[in-house]
């Protein structure tokens, strides 16, 4: 029985690696690089999108803003902020905003790669910062910013099924996508709306190479030239 027990967690550890390592290639091949270095000097912001296996399926962290905060208080983000002037860069300032946020070490993040920067309605233009975390990392929240955090499934984000969508929403550059989600654990139900959505969708899309059940606007195999035409439509309204 030993022996079996331990073949088991062999398997499951080496499929959680398989996952882990192929989703790592796959987005690999989305880096941005220098790729949008003729934008113009914007303030810069950076968020964290924690990607994690369990039970054999991709699972991301989020966030719930402290009503406190003066800005986007009470809503669903990733952790990440504003850069700071002792930030290195993009992955600086989202590992940083991760470990003040949610306690989660620098080191224990593995970097994969930085996506498309999205202008926000603030005018920051926010770069998404993909990384993964191990399952048992245990979020230890500031309440100062963060009021909760929670899990969700990957494929959730690419299923009509919660999902609806909003055209002509004040500052943002194509569809609005909102979700409702409910925290099988708390049962708390989450609305994870607008630029947070939208980057959800993206690494979905991406990482399960799944096109989503709605449109959202974008090749979902190679959706580069779409979020360009976004960042030169609002370059040119600056």
């Not at 989020?62 to 208080?73: C, F, Y």
């Amino acid at each position: 029985m030993l022996v079996q027990c331990s073949a088991l967690i062999f398997t499951i550890s080496g499929a959680t690696m398989h996952i882990k390592e192929e989703t790592m290639d796959i987005l690999k091949q989305f880096d941005i690089g220098n790729k949008f270095s003729f934008v113009p000097v914007l303030p810069k912001a950076s968020v964290l999108i924690p990607l994690f296996v369990k039970k054999g399926e991709l699972h991301t962290l989020m966030t719930l803003r402290s009503k406190q905060l003066r800005s986007s208080a009470g809503e669903v983000c990733f952790p990440g902020g504003k850069r700071d002037p002792s930030d290195r860069d993009d992955v600086d300032t989202a590992l940083r905003e991760a470990q003040e946020e949610i306690g989660l070490p620098p080191e224990e993040v593995q970097v994969v790669c930085r996506l498309f920067p999205i202008i926000s309605k603030g005018g920051l233009l926010v770069t998404p910062v993909v990384g993964f975390i191990e399952e048992s990392f245990c979020p230890h929240p500031n309440p100062a910013e963060v009021s909760a955090v929670f899990q969700v499934p990957l494929e959730f984000f690419t299923s009509e099924k919660d999902h609806c969508t909003a055209h002509g929403a004040a500052g943002m550059v194509g569809p609005m996508h909102s979700f409702h989600f409910v925290d099988p654990g708390s049962g708390t139900q989450y609305h994870i709306w607008g630029l947070t959505a939208m980057l959800a969708i993206l690494v979905a899309a991406l990482a399960l190479r799944k096109k989503p059940e709605f449109d959202v606007g974008f090749d979902s195999e190679d959706p580069s030239s779409f979020f360009q035409q976004i960042l030169h439509r609002r370059i040119s309204k600056l």
